[in-house]
């Protein structure tokens, strides 16, 4: 069996139960991280389910005018990361936003709407076993959580573990960087990669057209 089909099978089981996963009820908070040798990478996917997104949107259009402007979802973008730090090896790393974008009102009130933000921030290049400590704060009384590490790009660098609280707020992922290439069995972990990006094109088929906010930070 090709790498190509394990990934592709992987989709294919995983993909109803991620499918269910989203209640109306809840704010869902999924977080991807992004190993590099100088850099940690964090993309955060927030979807409120439509029994919530009435308390989500005033957070967000401000002005209450009914569209969300490219500085009101920067303004929550930056009130989201105040919410969320990553730490190596108990050292504190900060994060700036590099990319926000918002969907529309009616599709957050649909519980269609996804808003996507990337943030980065600078680590030390040193080999070894490192642990880095992610935390997800933002709006805890309302929000269910997911904290997964990404297969790094970098074939000298292998995910050993992770670690997650109940919640998965929080996550303790330990990582190698030194020589090393990439196993047969991680291609299980692209198969679960697309399950991100599937159930992100399903959301967005299924959704009316609207004008969206996007924010690119320099």
């Known amino acids: 069996m090709s790498k190509a089909t394990v990934a592709a099978l992987t989709i294919a089981l995983l993909w109803p139960a991620g499918a269910s996963a989203h209640r109306l009820d809840e704010y869902l908070q999924a977080a991807r991280v992004s190993l590099e040798r100088t850099s940690v990478l964090v993309e955060l996917d927030l979807t409120p389910g439509a029994a919530v997104a009435s308390a989500i949107v005033p957070l967000v259009d401000r002005d209450a005018d009914g569209v969300i402007s490219p500085a009101e979802i920067e303004a929550y973008g930056r009130s989201v990361l105040a919410n969320l730090s990553v730490s190596l090896d108990g050292q504190a790393a900060a994060l700036e936003l590099t990319r926000i974008d918002a969907p529309s009102i009616a599709e957050m009130r649909d519980g ?32 269910v959580y997911m904290i997964n590490a990404l297969l790094p790009d970098d074939r000298a660098i292998r995910v050993v573990s992770q670690v997650r609280d109940p919640q998965q707020s929080s996550a303790r992922i330990e990582y190698q960087i030194g020589p090393g290439g990439i196993e047969e069995g991680a291609w299980l972990s692209i198969g679960a990669l697309g399950l991100f990006a599937l159930a992100a094109f399903r959301r967005q088929s299924m959704a009316r057209p609207a004008a969206h906010a996007t924010v690119e930070v320099h």
């Open 112 to 143: 269609m709407g996804t808003i996507r933000l990337r943030a980065a921030g600078r680590v030390d290049a040193d080999s070894g076993t490192r642990t880095l400590v992610v935390e997800n704060r933002h709006l805890p009384a309302a929000s």
